[in-house]
């Protein structure tokens, strides 16, 4: 485990390689799990607010979803999650060919709005977790991100090379320089 301030993050996120494959996994990270992608407090007020600038992008069944349920709703935990469309994939999502895409990431790069999507989403496989005293950052292995562990390796891009914008976002550049000066210190090491 690497500590920094609260934080403290899994070694798995200097040591692991990954770089997502959307071609061969075909975005199911926003299809299964056991509820929609997870929210901060601040992005259920978001969502409400950007959901007219969202909307267009959407399929019928994702804003017939979100009409429905809300722009997000209350997982059996109690936190507060993305809507989902029949129980499976988040109602945010569209799809390019045959590949699940976020609608909101979608009107982000096309400039109508300044939210890119969900921490949580921007941040996968990477998981935040906050307890009483400190906040967890582990890395998740789901199955449907095989080949993006699979690119990973073969390109010799590490978690947090890859998600070196999402961190940035989550946790501030200091942050991310320290977890850099960390990995490089392990590989220095003959750790990794």
């Known amino acids: 485990m690497l500590r920094i301030g609260d934080y403290i993050f899994s070694l798995d996120l200097l040591q692991k390689k990954f770089a997502c494959d959307l071609h061969a996994c075909l975005g199911n990270c926003c299809r299964y799990g056991d509820a929609g992608a997870p929210l901060q ?14 909307s267009p992008y959407l399929r019928d069944e994702g804003r017939i979803a979100i009409s429905e349920q809300g722009t997000s709703v209350m997982d059996i935990d109690g936190e507060m999650v993305t809507p989902l469309i029949n129980g499976q994939e988040c109602a945010y999502t569209i799809l390019e060919g045959n590949i699940l895409k976020c609608a909101i990431e979608k009107a982000w790069s096309e ?32 199955p449907v991100c095989f080949p993006g562990r699979e690119k990973g390796r073969k390109e010799g891009i590490y978690v947090y090379e890859f998600l070196e914008d999402a961190l940035k976002r989550a946790f501030g550049e200091d942050i991310y320089r320290q977890i850099c000066f960390a990995a490089e210190s392990i590989k220095n090491r003959g750790i990794i």
């Open 41 to 54: 407090e601040n992005e259920v007020d978001i969502l409400e607010n950007i959901i007219d600038k969202v």
């Open 111 to 142: 400039g109508k709005t300044d939210f890119r999507k969900p921490l949580s989403c921007h941040l996968f496989p990477v998981r935040i977790k906050k307890y009483e005293s400190f906040t967890a950052v582990n890395v998740e292995e789901w």
